[in-house]
């Protein structure tokens, strides 16, 4: 299985910046896409980026041009740079590990970190 733990949360003022980290250890090997989640009070959990064992990338359109997900293999860790932050940004940052396992895919998560937007 993979594990991952997530770290970079924190207050930040509208038009700020964060930057989340998500490192992975356990079956590396076996990852081929991971990502990053957000659920806000009261909503469902959303998509925010993905990013392929290969470095394709993809975003949802409220984030499009100020978030940045990237992937350190060496350091087997994911990082989602968030920029340009806006009150809506506000949730709980889950990241995840998709990998191939025997019995199928299996999809791991971390603890989530906690993202405030607020001035």
């Known amino acids: 299985q993979v594990q991952l733990v997530e770290s970079g949360g924190g207050l930040v003022q509208p038009g700020g910046s964060l930057r989340l980290s998500c490192a992975a250890s356990?079956?590396?090997?076996?990852?081929?896409?991971m990502g990053w989640y957000r659920q806000a009070p009261g909503k469902q959990r959303a998509l925010v980026a993905t990013i392929s064992r290969g470095g394709t990338t993809s975003y949802a359109d409220s984030v499009k041009g100020r978030f940045t997900i990237s992937r350190d293999n060496a350091k087997n860790t994911m990082y989602l740079q968030m920029n340009s932050l806006k009150l809506e940004d506000t949730a709980v940052y889950y990241c995840?590990?998709?990998?191939?396992?025997?019995?199928?895919?299996?999809?791991?998560w971390g603890q989530g970190t906690q993202v405030t937007v607020s001035s």
């Open positions: 995840y590990a998709d990998s191939a396992e025997v019995a199928g895919t299996l999809r791991s």
């Open positions: 356990g079956r590396i090997n076996s990852i081929y896409a």
